[in-house]
């Protein structure tokens, strides 16, 4: 069946750039989602990308792409020690009422200071 | 506005009881769905309800069910309590359809289910 892959642990120096990493494999996916989890809440949506886009920028966070090798990541640009969290990455296909949403286990970021 | 908000925070059950627990969605947003969260499995899509309807589900046992009011609020039913249900119960709400399309979900808290 479909399946999203993480690492599950990645540790950075604060003010350096964080790379998460995320493979897919339902080659039917429309949008991809990072989403972000602290301590003891929910997830946030931090970003998305639409499939037929390679790239994504928003602020310091950059999303990249690869369709072909299903492989998405994360770029957190400037991390800071609020960005230690939880980091899922998610895909979903389908259509309204019958869309599919599968998350990956999740990269757990720890920037230290 | 007001977000996605989820009673009660934490819970204790020992095995063999039931459990209700409680999803208000953020107004306007009609599509309900849950997530069981534990370290071992990570996210597990357990249902969605939409229009006080059940639109997907995955793959748990009977012993979990849901339900939808008319005033999109959820609530989620576990029977039969075992140990292995102690979990980080998250509901996510999302605009009609939306949750797939692009919009993504907005999660609650969560609620955390411990089994004794």
């Known amino acids: 069946g479909e399946d999203v892959e993480q690492s599950l642990f990645l540790s950075v120096r604060e003010g350096d750039s964080s790379v998460i990493n995320c493979t897919y494999t339902d080659s039917s996916s429309t949008y991809l989602y990072w989403y972000k989890q602290e301590p003891g809440a929910g997830l946030q949506l931090l970003t998305y990308i639409f499939s037929n886009m390679d790239m994504k920028q928003d602020q310091r966070l950059t999303v990249l792409l690869n369709k072909k090798d299903k492989h998405l990541s994360l770029r957190i640009a400037d991390t800071q020690t609020g960005d230690s969290a939880i980091y899922f990455c998610a895909e979903s296909s389908g259509s309204s009422g019958t869309y599919k949403y599968i998350f990956g286990t999740g990269t757990r970021l720890k920037v230290l200071a | 506005k007001a977000g996605v908000t989820q009673t009660p925070r934490y819970l204790i059950k020992t095995r063999g009881q039931q459990v209700t627990l409680s999803c208000s969605p953020i107004s306007g947003h009609r599509s309900v769905s849950w997530y069981q969260q534990t370290p071992g499995q990570g996210l597990q899509f357990l249902f969605e309800?939409?229009?006080?309807?059940?639109?997907n589900k995955g793959n748990f046992p009977g012993r979990f069910s849901g339900r939808q009011f008319s005033n999109s609020r959820s609530e989620m039913n576990v029977s039969t309590l075992e140990l292995g249900d102690s979990a980080l119960y998250l509901c996510a709400s999302s605009l009609p359809g939306q949750g797939g399309l692009g919009a993504g979900y907005t999660f609650g808290s969560g609620t955390r289910l411990t089994v004794v």
């Open positions: 309800y939409f229009s006080e309807t059940q639109r």
